[in-house]
């Protein structure tokens, strides 16, 4: 898996601030779009509940997308 550089606020496209700020619960995951939340459930670390309920998405969805880069 490759991870972004460091200190670096975007990734092939996503927004890593805004993901952050989700995932802290400081912007709504309305704001992000459905490959950023992808993005999300695969990069960060958290179980599949606390990760979905932050991204507002079901646990299953963020195991099934984290099975899909095995």
């Given at each position: 898996?490759?991870?972004p550089?460091?200190?670096a606020t975007s990734d092939r496209g996503v927004d890593l601030v805004a993901v952050?700020?989700?995932?802290k619960g400081t912007l709504p995951h309305t704001e992000l779009e459905e490959d950023w939340k992808r993005y999300a459930?695969?990069?960060?670390s958290g179980s599949?509940?606390?990760v979905g309920?932050?991204?507002?998405?079901?646990?299953?969805?963020?195991?099934r997308w984290r099975e899909e880069t095995e």
């Open positions: 898996m490759m991870h550089m460091p200190y952050e700020r989700v995932l459930a695969r990069h960060y599949a509940e606390s309920a932050a991204l507002g998405v079901a646990d299953r969805t963020v195991t």
